[in-house]
């Protein structure tokens, strides 16, 4: 059947042929507007891994801890822009032509995601200039906080949304960060890189699980 | 085989494509006329058509923004046209069913 022409021929189409067109469209409609992309994770993910591990290769064995190497961290941010600009490339594309209530929400949840994330660098400034060690405000704060006030701001974002996925994704990520911080201040960045990509690839597989369901 | 518990309106499939796609989106979002137009693959004399059908059948609701060339066509499901693909999906569902 032509599907181009404006005839209304409904008394022809097969139901089967219309329940598999339905699928068929749902399915792909659906994978045009995700984001992020399970692709899209899994490059977050190892991104993730390679800034973390960047950070944990150059502070491991340091006695007194005294912070990661300027390469690292430049290694770090690099991964970090890579990862951004691979956000944006797949934002746009998923998000192009879109306009309402998603697109507003979406950056309704971005204030406090920017707002949790300083606050994790204005403490570091705070503690460093109250004292404490260079363990503390170069080591354990850098690494485990951003992902316990991300992830917090992200449960709670998803909790009122009722969108459990991201809330388990965001719990996930507050446990990550809480339970690396056992690891120490050099340690933390290896538990921290691990544990955050293992959650992003677990969401990876659960994407790719519902598209197939 | 009988498929007169079908809706009428989206049992055609260019509109059933049409009304998939746009559920797709979540409750509250609208999709531009140019992009809905390149995933479906119609003419835009054609989706017009169609459009103009489940509009006035309330089943999807349309707004234009803008002037001139920078004028932005939106289409949106209605809550009427959800409920309606969701009554055609059990329908088509109960007629499988049956076979």
């Not at chain 1, 594309?93 to 920017?114: E, H, K, Y």
Request: hydrophobic share 50%.
């Amino acid at each position: 059947m032509d599907e181009t022409t404006t005839g209304d021929e409904g008394s022809e189409f097969d139901p089967q042929a219309a329940a598999r067109l339905l699928e068929t469209t749902k399915r792909r409609a659906r994978r045009q507007f995700e984001f992020p992309s399970p692709l899209l994770t899994v490059i977050q993910a190892v991104a993730l891994l390679a800034a973390y591990g960047a950070i944990w290769l150059s502070v491991r064995g340091q006695n007194p801890y005294s912070g990661p190497s300027g390469a690292a961290l430049v290694e770090l941010y690099a991964f970090i822009a890579v990862a951004s600009v691979a956000v944006g490339f797949e934002a746009r594309r998923a998000r192009a032509g879109v306009s309402g209530r998603s697109s507003r929400q979406q950056w309704s949840l971005a204030i406090p995601l920017v707002a949790a994330f300083l606050a994790v660098y204005v403490l570091m400034g705070a503690l460093r200039y109250d004292g404490f060690s260079y363990a503390i405000v170069y080591g354990i704060m850098p690494a485990a906080g951003p992902l316990i006030v991300v992830g917090a701001a992200m449960a709670g974002y998803a909790a009122a949304r009722e969108d459990w996925q991201m809330l388990g994704l965001s719990v996930a990520l507050v446990a990550v960060g809480a339970g690396s911080a056992f690891a120490g201040p050099s340690g933390v960045w290896g538990v921290a890189g691990v544990g955050f990509c293992a959650v992003l690839v677990c969401r990876a597989i659960v994407q790719v699980w519902q598209r197939r369901a | 085989m009988a498929t007169d518990a079908l809706d009428p309106l989206i049992h055609v499939p260019a509109r059933l494509r049409i009304v998939a796609t746009l559920a797709a989106l979540p409750d509250g979002d609208a999709l531009s006329f140019t992009r809905l137009q390149k995933m479906i693959g119609l003419t835009p004399g054609n989706l017009i058509t169609h459009l103009r059908k489940l509009e006035d059948a309330g089943y999807l609701s349309t707004e234009k923004t803008g002037n001139g060339v920078a004028s932005r066509t939106s289409v949106a499901l209605s809550n009427r046209g959800r409920s309606a693909l969701e009554t055609y999906t059990a329908a088509l569902r109960n007629l499988l069913a049956g076979l």
